[in-house]
């Protein structure tokens, strides 16, 4: 099995360490990462410039490149670049989850959706901050349940969010809705800069029927299926209706 492991933290990022050493044991493991962090950039690509790609002695036994662009460049690079093919794209693992309306800014998810769109599997792949020993502990059960159901014969890409915890449930959920508000606030040193801060507006109430990606907070790891189709299909179908 040939896995392509990407992310949006940084070549450098304590996650993608982690999860290489997990992979390995499924098979050969190719690495290749933005040279710093991309947080936040989406599903950005770079075609204005020429982009730096460097081959990096990282993790003894994997071949690791380093290329200064986004995550979405990085999976473009290791598909079409180098001409390769792989069984699975993992990408993350991401510093921080990955959950309702925030995914439209994820470049780890958006990795994972261009994976798909040039022909591969993929799994976008989030936990709490820090949380890296507790959510790969718990990636051989994620990868059974996967394998079990025969969720890559239904589907190519999936959002996979772990909470730090042990967790006692898998639930297939969808997209929820906004769970961050930003503010801008100058700098002290440069009235002329601002620096964004994000906060938490979402209040989670307990509600153990809930499907959406927020039942992390019932100690349950999250797979959602992604898909890249941004039709409101309701609206298409009201105007299209003869």
């Known amino acids: 099995m040939r896995i392509l492991i990407t992310n949006d933290d940084g070549i450098q990022g ?25 947080s936040g950039k989406s599903h950005a690509i770079d075609f204005t410039r020429p982009i730096e790609i460097k081959e990096v002695p990282l993790i003894e036994g994997v071949r690791c490149y380093s290329m200064d662009s986004t995550p979405a460049d990085c999976v473009r690079f290791a598909l079409l670049g180098l001409k390769k093919r792989y069984d699975l794209v993992i ?8 959950i309702g309306s925030d995914i439209l800014y994820s ?14 599997r993929a799994i976008a792949l989030s936990t709490e901050p820090g949380a890296y020993d507790e959510a790969m502990a718990q990636m051989d059960r ?5 394998n079990e159901r025969g969720l890559f014969e239904l589907h190519s890409a999936y959002n996979i969010n772990i909470p730090r915890e042990q967790a006692e449930e898998i639930r297939i959920t969808r997209q929820g809705g906004p769970f961050y508000s930003d503010d801008f606030l100058p700098t002290a040193e440069d009235p002329t800069l601002y620096m964004p801060t994000g906060k938490c507006i979402y209040e989670y109430r307990g509600d153990p029927t809930l499907d959406t990606d927020t039942v992390l907070h019932d100690k349950c790891i999250s797979i959602m299926p992604l898909c890249f189709d941004r039709t409101e299909r309701e609206i298409y179908k009201k105007l299209t209706d003869k």
């Open 14 to 38: 304590e996650g993608l360490l982690h999860l290489v050493k997990w992979a390995r044991k499924l098979g050969e493991v190719v690495v290749a990462a933005p040279k710093v962090e991309q």
């Open 142 to 146: 994620v990868m059974e349940y996967i």
């Open 91 to 98: 990408s993350g693992i991401n510093n921080g989850f990955n």
């Open 107 to 120: 470049g780890t998810v958006s990795a994972a959706l261009e994976a798909v769109s040039l022909g591969a």
